[in-house]
């Protein structure tokens, strides 16, 4: 089996809470959700910061590993996953999320950097 690791990069910034980065909206009389503004500035910040993986189109199954590193112990590791996968699937690192068979994912504290540090294995 041949496996592609694309290397480490490191997205600055506290990951949002997927639970806490929608809110509920009316349109045309119906409930809906819309993304928070503090979701949509982590979006662009980690687009911005994607470096090589921006539009690396990775269209098979692969791994995702990622160090999560927070400013407390208040966040939850598994709400953050799936707000990553969102955002390598929109930069185009990845053609789908659902793609995704295998992720290592650790939770760490850094008051002073918050950050990712994300490595994609195509498997």
């Given amino acids: ?3 592609t690791d694309h290397g480490t990069i490191t997205i ?4 949002p809470s997927k639970s806490n980065s929608y809110r509920i909206v009316s349109i045309a009389g119906h ?10 500035r982590y979006e662009a910040s980690f687009y911005m910061q994607m470096g090589r ?3 690396l189109g990775i269209q098979g ?3 995702l ?4 590193y927070w ?13 990553i996968l969102d955002c390598l699937q929109r930069g185009g690192a990845i053609k789908n999320d659902n793609r995704c068979a295998h992720i290592v994912a650790r939770k760490f504290i850094d008051k002073n950097a ?6 994609i294995v195509e498997i």
Avoid: C, Q, W
């Fill in 1 to 3: 089996m041949t496996m």
């Fill in 12 to 15: 600055a910034g506290s990951v």
């Fill in 31 to 40: 409930g809906s959700l819309a993304k928070t503004d503090a979701l949509k």
């Fill in 53 to 55: 993986y921006r539009g």
């Fill in 61 to 63: 199954l692969f791994e």
């Fill in 65 to 68: 590993h990622a160090d999560i």
């Fill in 71 to 83: 400013p407390s112990m208040s966040h939850d590791l598994d709400n953050a996953l799936k707000i």
């Fill in 114 to 119: 918050p950050r990712v540090e994300l490595r």
